[in-house]
């Protein structure tokens, strides 16, 4: 296949189009500034999703997919101007791109979202729990908004397209997991002031393994793409100590009973059934253990 992919260079960007390459496929990293080095394989296109729409007919020639991952991730923004420049490059960047998509006549599109748009009082959230966020309202609000403004350019259009709503992602080198991972192995104390605050952690490739699954087969519809389960920040410091064979010390400096709880499971049977297979936390931690180089630069 031949895939136009935004946000190619970042986090989640660069693992999918590692992934799409080891798997055969060519690649057009649309964006505002061209890496330093291009991947064998990939070629540059110049887009930016906060100005008025270009022509990317040119380089979009046989492009079977476009896989939208660049976004605004201002979870609190600081004034009218930040609160204005999320909703510009989320949601109606969003719709620059799918205009332009449809002017080059690429057929399918798939779009990273957040699972965390979900009512998170549920214990357990497919894709039919209520969107309705309570905590980073604006920018999840802005992540709905795009979802549906998204939905119906591409129906306007007929272009197929799938949502992949995605939880907590780590494996990043720069996520709690990886901090928690590095202290306990330190010896240094986890200090939790909400023990009880959890997430659904799903790992970085399972990720890119899940949106190039959708590329691929050319879904339809919405999908969460996570893990299954949820591990609060206590069930997270024991799991790595277990992993680790090593003891922790823990110290909660907060009560248990806060208000905030964080966010739901998100079941990801919908994906699994199109032959999604995430990994378990104990697995993921032990990749990321085999990673690890510890502060004083002696490799695990």
């Not at 997991?177 to 192995?185: E, I, N, P, S």
């Not at 339809?220 to 299954?228: A, I, M, P, R």
């Amino acid at each position: 296949m031949r895939l136009a992919v935004t946000g190619a260079t970042g986090t989640v960007g660069r693992a999918f189009v590692e992934q799409a390459l080891g798997a055969g496929h060519s690649v057009v990293m649309l964006g505002r500034t061209a890496p330093k080095v291009l991947p064998e394989g990939c070629q540059f296109c110049e887009f930016d999703l906060t100005a008025p729409p270009t022509d990317l007919k040119p380089s979009l020639q046989g492009v079977d997919c476009a896989v939208h991952l660049a976004a605004s991730i201002d979870t609190n923004p600081a004034d009218d101007a930040a609160a204005t420049a999320l909703w510009t490059t989320n949601v109606l960047g969003t719709g620059r791109l799918i205009e332009a998509l449809a002017k080059a006549g690429v057929s399918h599109f798939v779009m990273a979202s957040s699972a965390n748009i979900y009512d998170p009082l549920v214990e357990r959230a497919d894709e039919q729990t209520p969107i309705r966020p309570q905590s980073r309202t604006l920018y999840l609000s802005s992540k709905a908004a795009q979802e549906a403004f998204a939905r119906e350019l591409c129906r306007k259009h007929g272009i197929g397209h799938a949502v992949l709503r995605i939880s907590s992602v780590i494996g990043t080198e720069n996520d709690i997991v990886a901090k928690f991972l590095a202290m306990t192995l330190e010896g240094k104390t986890i200090t939790l002031a909400n023990p009880e605050y959890g997430a659904d952690f799903v790992a970085l490739n399972d990720v890119a393994a899940g949106l190039l699954l959708a590329a691929e087969k050319r879904l339809e519809g919405d999908f969460n793409l996570s893990s299954g389960e949820r591990h609060t920040l206590e069930d997270l410091a024991h799991t790595i100590a277990k992993v680790c064979s090593v003891p922790v010390s823990i110290n909660e400096s907060g009560p248990h009973g806060a208000p905030d709880k964080g966010f739901p499971a998100i079941a990801c049977s919908k994906l699994s059934g199109c032959g999604y297979n995430p990994t378990a936390l104990p697995d993921i931690i032990a990749r990321m253990k085999s990673n690890i180089t510890l502060s004083d630069g002696a490799s695990l």
